[in-house]
Every structure is written in structure tokens, then in C-alpha cells.
């Protein structure tokens, strides 16, 4: 059990750390952080993370009791090659708009509107329901978004502007596409 609950926190951390790289909401606190205070920013940020990925696990969980495992590792697995095969090909660069009264509320609720439904939220519903183990994909996933926010805020903004976006894209997308195909080649049981 206690292999599943690290396996569960890995897969969450891992693929929620990939997915948020030079995604919105990292290039929102990157903004925001050029005009407001960084704590502000990353309050805001983990604050309207935390409520996109508790509803995610919430759902995922409520999957896990109702539909069979091997359906939903498998379904997992082929969602996330879908991903994978979408950032690549249709992947691009966002951009915001830098308006608003104070840091905090304005992180809060751009982040907020632009993670619903995204596919972070769905990674981490699937991850849920694949291991069933909401909290410990809660854990794991909010300890990404800390660290990539961190990283915008203190960070970021030298670094990853200085990053090739096709090169992210491209890492993102192999990396989707590898997590799910393992899901897949675990749940067929050719590797245990």
C-alpha cells in the first residue's frame, strides 16, 4: 500500500510539474510577479489551484468507486497520449492581460477562470481515479504547482524567456504521451 500511495503522489507531482511548465497559469504568475508582490502572486496562485485541483481528485475519486480500474487506467493512459499528441501538434504560446487592483485577487481569479477544465484539472481527476487515492494526488499535485509557481514568481521571469517554447512544447508532449503509455503497459500487466 504504501508503494501505491508514492506511486500515486510520483504520478500526480510528476505530470501536474510538466504540464503547468510555461503553461497559463506559470506565465500568469510571471506576469503578475513583474507588477505585484511575489507573495501576493503565489498566494493567489496555490489559492485557486488548490480549489481547481480539490474538485479534479473530488470527481476522480467519485470515478474510482463507481467504474472499474482497468477502465479508467486504461482510459487514463489513452487521455494522456491524446494530450500528449495535442500539445504537439496544436500547442502554442498564451498570453494575458495584466489588469486589475491588487495581486492576490487578480492571480486568484485569472488562474482561477483559465485552469477550469484545463488539462491539468483532468490529469489530476484521471490520476485520482487511477489510483484512488484523492489526497495523496491532492498532495502531490499541489506540491508541483507550489514549486512551479515558486518558480515563475523567483525565477521564471529570467529563465524561461529565454527558453525555446517549441523545445517545452515538445518535452511536454513526449512526456504525456510516455506517462500514458505506461499507465496502459501497467494496467496490461507487461511490466509489474
Given amino acids: 500500500m504504501v508503494l501505491q500511495l508514492i506511486a500515486a503522489a510520483t504520478a500526480a507531482f510528476l505530470t501536474v510539474?510538466?504540464?503547468?511548465?510555461?503553461?497559463?497559469?506559470?506565465?500568469?504568475?510571471?506576469?503578475?510577479?513583474?507588477?505585484?508582490?511575489?507573495?501576493?502572486?503565489?498566494?493567489?496562485?496555490?489559492?485557486?489551484?488548490?480549489?481547481?485541483?480539490?474538485?479534479?481528485?473530488?470527481?476522480?475519486?467519485?470515478?474510482?468507486?463507481?467504474?472499474?480500474?482497468?477502465?479508467?487506467?486504461?482510459?487514463?493512459?489513452?487521455?494522456?497520449?491524446?494530450?500528449?499528441?495535442?500539445?504537439?501538434?496544436?500547442g502554442k504560446e498564451d498570453t494575458i492581460e495584466n489588469t486589475g487592483k491588487t495581486g492576490y485577487f487578480q492571480t486568484l481569479g485569472v488562474i482561477l477562470l483559465a485552469e477550469l477544465g484545463d488539462k491539468t484539472q483532468l490529469a489530476a481527476m484521471f490520476i485520482a481515479a487511477s489510483f484512488g487515492y484523492p489526497l495523496v494526488v491532492f498532495a502531490g499535485a499541489m506540491l508541483a504547482m507550489l514549486v512551479n509557481q515558486l518558480l515563475a514568481v523567483y525565477v521564471g521571469s529570467r529563465f524561461i524567456t529565454r527558453l525555446n517554447p517549441l523545445y517545452i512544447r515538445i518535452g511536454s508532449a513526449a512526456l504525456f504521451v510516455f506517462i500514458g503509455l505506461l499507465m496502459i503497459i501497467f494496467e496490461a500487466g507487461l511490466i509489474s
Fill in 17 to 90: 510539474l510538466v504540464a503547468e511548465f510555461g503553461d497559463k497559469s506559470q506565465l500568469v504568475c510571471l506576469a503578475m510577479a513583474c507588477r505585484y508582490p511575489p507573495l501576493q502572486v503565489l498566494a493567489g496562485a496555490m489559492t485557486a489551484m488548490a480549489v481547481v485541483l480539490g474538485l479534479a481528485v473530488g470527481v476522480g475519486s467519485l470515478i474510482a468507486e463507481t467504474i472499474p480500474h482497468s477502465l479508467v487506467a486504461v482510459g487514463s493512459g489513452l487521455f494522456f497520449i491524446a494530450i500528449g499528441v495535442y500539445t504537439f501538434i496544436f
